[in-house]
């Protein structure tokens, strides 16, 4: 008989033995929301690359959405999915609905809503969480019902949702979830624009316009990796190199900021100073701005973008 005190024992004696009972087999997994681009594909193709089967979900989660935000209009668009996940080689598709996932409703107000939900606390409520106030709560009730279903070993999530991963792994680590998880880079557009479902929603000219999200981070990035041993920048330094570069549209009707951090990569705690990266810990700088459309003066986009230095 084995005897194990520890959880990892525990955890690395079941996975031993799936394996061996599963021929070594791997599942990856790729939840989404559909509306899938390049940016899915790139998780997607990683997974098929790393494993013996890909389940990707589609699942557009009300339980992130506020009453205020855009559930009905998310688009959708699952024929066009489906035919990229079966050029991508995809093995198995799930796409449940409302009732499979949330079997006693998901009213939108958190007040009326019922059953077993995820909080993870001292993440979910730093930056996006300001203005969001459930929506990491969303994420991770889902995530978990989705990892529950597939057991996957690995699950692949992009670069672009920065804080989604980070409360996701804090998730996976203190709930002892058995599933993996893998940060895929962000993919951009040639002129640096982290590509979005909800880029959709905008006009060639404000594309353009939201091209310099990117521009400012990049500039941040270039002034701390030039930093030479024993010099730094303070907070309020990095994040003027940042809303320089924005400097012609901020405030404008087309581009409001809602904020600009600094942060510790694993922690998100908001960072006074940074140093010459042989010394400094990994850290964040992140952004979400308001990108008003020019041709549809109603239609606001709230994007995020972030670089990992
Ligand atoms: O990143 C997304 O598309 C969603 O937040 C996720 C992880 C699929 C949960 O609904």
Same mark, same amino acid.
């Given at each position: 008989?084995?005897?194990?005190?520890?959880?990892?024992?525990?955890?690395?004696?079941?996975?031993?033995?799936?394996?061996?009972? @599963?021929?070594?087999?791997?599942?990856? #997994?790729?939840?989404? $929301?559909?509306?899938?681009?390049?940016?899915?594909?790139?998780?997607?193709?990683?997974?098929?690359?790393?494993?013996?089967? !890909?389940?990707?979900?589609?699942?557009?989660?009300?339980?992130?959405?506020?009453?205020?935000?855009?559930?009905?209009?998310?688009?959708?668009?699952?024929? +066009?999915?489906?035919?990229? %996940?079966?050029?991508?080689?995809?093995?198995?598709? #799930?796409?449940?609905?409302?009732?499979?996932?949330?079997?006693?409703?998901?009213?939108?107000?958190?007040?009326?809503?019922?059953?077993?939900?995820?909080?993870?606390?001292?993440?979910?409520?730093?930056?996006?969480?300001?203005?969001?106030?459930?929506?990491? @709560?969303?994420?991770? !009730?889902?995530?978990?019902?989705? #990892?529950?279903?597939? $057991?996957?070993?690995?699950?692949?999530?992009?670069?672009?949702?920065?804080?989604?991963?980070?409360?996701?792994?804090? $998730?996976?680590?203190?709930?002892?979830? +058995?599933? @993996?998880?893998? $940060?895929?880079?962000?993919? *951009?557009?040639? +002129?640096?624009?982290?590509? &979005?479902? @909800?880029?959709?929603?905008?006009?060639?000219? /404000? %594309?353009?316009?939201?091209?310099?999200?990117?521009?400012?981070?990049?500039?941040?990035?270039?002034?701390? *990796?030039? %930093?030479?041993?024993?010099?730094?920048? &303070?907070?309020?330094?990095?994040?003027?190199?940042?809303?320089?570069?924005?400097?012609?549209?901020?405030? &404008?009707?087309? #581009?409001?900021?809602?904020?600009?951090?600094?942060?510790?990569?694993?922690? %998100?705690?908001?960072?006074?100073?940074?140093?010459? !990266?042989?010394?400094?810990?990994?850290?964040?700088? /992140?952004?979400?701005?308001?990108?008003?459309?020019?041709?549809?003066? +109603? !239609?606001?986009?709230?994007?995020?973008?972030?670089?990992?230095?």
């Amino acid at each position: 008989m084995k005897i194990f005190h520890t959880v990892e024992e525990v955890v690395q004696w079941r996975t031993q033995e799936l394996r061996e009972t @599963r021929f070594r087999e791997t599942i990856g #997994f790729v939840p989404t $929301m559909g509306c899938l681009h390049s940016g899915h594909a790139s998780l997607i193709s990683q997974s098929v690359k790393e494993n013996t089967y !890909t389940v990707v979900s589609i699942f557009v989660n009300p339980s992130q959405f506020a009453p205020t935000e855009d559930l009905d209009n998310y688009p959708r668009t699952l024929p +066009n999915d489906i035919k990229l %996940l079966e050029s991508l080689k995809v093995d198995v598709l #799930f796409a449940p609905n409302a009732h499979v996932m949330y079997p006693q409703g998901i009213p939108l107000d958190v007040e009326e809503q019922k059953g077993p939900f995820v909080t993870v606390l001292g993440l979910s409520e730093k930056l996006e969480g300001k203005t969001r106030p459930n929506f990491f @709560r969303g994420v991770a !009730t889902v995530v978990t019902k989705l #990892f529950n279903i597939v $057991m996957a070993d690995v699950a692949y999530f992009g670069q672009k949702d920065i804080q989604q991963f980070i409360v996701l792994q804090c $998730m996976v680590d203190e709930l002892f979830v +058995n599933t @993996r998880l893998h $940060m895929m880079p962000i993919v *951009r557009n040639s +002129n640096g624009l982290a590509l &979005s479902s @909800r880029n959709k929603y905008l006009c060639p000219n /404000s %594309l353009k316009i939201s091209e310099n999200l990117y521009c400012g981070l990049k500039a941040a990035e270039n002034a701390i *990796r030039s %930093l030479v041993p024993g010099a730094s920048l &303070s907070r309020s330094e990095v994040i003027d190199i940042v809303t320089q570069i924005w400097a012609p549209y901020i405030d &404008s009707h087309d #581009f409001k900021v809602d904020y600009v951090s600094l942060a510790d990569f694993k922690t %998100l705690v908001e960072l006074p100073a940074v140093e010459n !990266t042989s010394v400094q810990q990994p850290l964040v700088i /992140s952004c979400a701005v308001y990108v008003t459309d020019r041709e549809k003066p +109603n !239609t606001i986009v709230r994007l995020i973008d972030n670089i990992v230095i």
